[in-house]
T-cell receptor
């Protein structure tokens, strides 16, 4: 069975601080996909990144960066120089390999980390 | 282009009534997903459609829940004889289906269901 753990329920930092959101996953599959989504107060889930299990390269997108380490089954997310607009709930999610006949499966989400950026 | 749309945005109903929630996926997306988000359970996957068929319905919480998709596009999630524990935000997502992998799911704004 697959599982995603986001141990940090809530993080509060002052604007301009760097912050890292942790994500640890469990899967028996060798082919899987990891995702991060942002859920601002408006409620809509916004896609941030997708990473497949064969690509361990870290990724940077502006102030956002992701560190994928298969050895520790972690896919952590760092926001550099945080801003008030970054305040949201952030979800890490996992999806295992597609069925052999083709198709897709639902995402297994962590419980989310509520990030509060104080001005 | 247009994103995933869901209607209604809010639904208040009385216990025991039936409700229908609608999802309109992104044009061209053949895969469609339903999730439920509640305080106690977090985000739960309910059901997935590939075209008009749902290979696995085991994620639906009870036999009061059903879903269908017609024309490979719009989907409806129906909850019969609603209970207070059905109160939650119901999220729909859609994606392409790739031959060799899983594509990204894009989510709609959700329907907030309140059962009194």
């Amino acid at each position: 069975a697959q599982k995603v753990t986001q141990a940090q329920t809530e993080i509060s930092v002052v604007e301009k601080e760097d912050v890292t959101l942790d994500c640890v996953y469990e899967t028996r599959d060798t082919t899987y996909y990891l995702f991060w989504y942002k859920q601002p107060p408006s409620g809509e889930l916004v896609f941030l990144i997708r990473r497949n299990s064969f690509d361990e390269q870290n990724e940077i997108s502006g102030r956002y960066s992701w560190n994928f380490q298969k050895s520790t089954s972690s896919f952590n997310f760092t926001i550099t120089a945080s801003q008030v607009v970054d305040s949201a709930v952030y979800f890490c999610a996992l999806s295992e390999a597609m069925y052999s006949g083709g198709g897709a499966d639902g995402l297994t989400f962590g419980k989310g980390t509520h990030l509060i950026i104080q001005p | 282009g247009a994103g995933v749309s869901q209607s209604p945005s809010n639904k208040v109903t009385e216990k025991g009534k039936d409700v229908e929630l609608r999802c309109d996926p992104i044009s061209g997306h053949t895969a469609l997903y339903w999730y439920r988000q509640s305080l106690g359970q977090g985000l739960e996957f309910l059901i997935y459609f590939q075209g008009n068929s749902a290979p696995d319905k085991s994620g639906l919480p009870s036999d009061r829940f059903s879903a269908e998709r017609t024309g490979g596009s719009v989907s409806t999630l129906t909850i019969q004889r609603t209970q207070q524990e059905d109160s939650a935000v119901y999220l729909c997502a859609s994606s392409f289906v790739l031959a060799g992998g899983i594509d990204t799911q894009y989510f709609g704004p959700g329907t907030r269901l309140t059962v009194l």
